[in-house]
């Protein structure tokens, strides 16, 4: 029997990268899986689950919206035990020269949207006496220059991270975050416009000096994040809440 098999759980941001990741491993664990995220197309990859798959376009940045969404996923499926917190972007630049527009929508999409979702599926999992909250923070909640606004919001991510595992571990919900160092995925191509402003020449050059500094000598893959992700919304970690698990090859870099 496959460690997921009966569950329910929503990803946000499944369409790439981490979330793909996320996506194919909770499917291969025997989870049914519904796919937050405006870019589409995703089920078309795993035909051999499409019963167990379901897609739906949704601005997490809109709280009504999530809402419905969240109400779609327990029609379909009928329960709700696990939300994957991935959706996340990228507006890199230095303090004086970034814009409202810029910090506003990072702060909106991945704080803000992660605490939309979490709103959302409280209710469901709080009538079950059961739930998993992953969300996913980031190494840069660290400090990291040219991204105030990406730091912020992922250090906010941990903020709430465990100011719910307190709140709701009573109902039998756990909420741990994974932070990610630097993963290859086609997010990461976007630091190519901010590696000229770190005085990098090149993105070949920004990934080369990121190994250089790194113990483990190599970049993450989508499926590191993931496997530790999966290990979060299975029952292996029952007695895990309130937890930032750094999935960065590095103690702290």
Same mark, same amino acid.
Not at 38 to 47: C, D, I, S, T
Not at 54 to 82: C, S, T, W
Not at 200 to 211: H, L, R
């Given at each position: 029997?496959?460690?997921? @098999?009966?569950?329910? *759980? /929503? ?12 996506? &194919? ?14 870019? @589409? ?5 795993? *035909? ?8 739906? #376009? $949704? ?14 996923? !327990? !029609? ?5 035990? +696990? ?5 996340? /972007?990228?507006?890199?630049?230095? /303090? @004086?020269?970034?814009?409202? @527009? ?6 909106? /999409? ?11 599926? =409280? #209710? ?19 400090? =990291? ?5 990406? *730091? ?9 991270? &465990?100011?719910?595992?307190? !709140?709701?571990?009573?109902?039998? +919900?756990? %909420?741990?975050? %994974?932070? #990610?160092?630097?993963?290859? =995925? ?25 190994? =250089?500094?790194? #113990? ?9 994040? *993931?496997? $530790? ?25």
């Amino acid at each position: 029997m496959e460690m997921l @098999e009966g569950k329910v *759980a /929503i990803v946000t941001g499944g369409a790439r990268g981490i979330g793909l990741a996320t996506v &194919r491993q909770l499917l291969l664990q025997g989870a049914k899986v519904a796919i937050f995220d405006l870019l @589409e197309g995703v089920k078309e990859q795993f *035909a051999d689950y499409e019963d167990h798959i379901l897609e739906i #376009p $949704v601005d997490i940045r809109n709280d009504g919206d999530v809402k419905k969404a969240v109400e779609l996923v !327990e !029609e379909k499926f009928n329960r709700i035990d +696990i939300l994957i917190n991935n959706a996340g /972007i990228l507006q890199d630049n230095f /303090i @004086e020269e970034m814009t409202e @527009e810029e910090w506003d929508q990072v702060i909106d /999409i991945n704080l803000k949207g992660s605490f939309n979702c979490c709103k959302a599926v =409280t #209710p469901y999992m709080k009538r079950q006496q059961y739930g998993k909250m992953v969300l996913v923070s980031s190494l840069a909640a660290l400090g =990291t220059k040219g991204r105030v606004n990406y *730091a912020a919001s992922k250090a906010g991510i941990q903020g709430m991270t &465990r100011a719910l595992a307190v !709140e709701l571990g009573h109902s039998g +919900i756990l %909420v741990n975050a %994974v932070a #990610p160092g630097f993963i290859e =995925t086609d997010m990461s191509r976007v630091s190519e416009t901010s590696a000229g402003k770190r005085g990098i020449a090149d993105f070949d050059s920004f990934k080369k000096a990121v190994i =250089t500094k790194n #113990p483990v000598q190599r970049l993450g893959k989508p499926e590191d994040v *993931a496997n $530790v992700i999966e290990f979060l919304a299975s029952d292996k970690s029952a007695y895990v809440t309130g937890q930032i698990i750094y999935v960065s090859g590095s103690p702290g870099m």
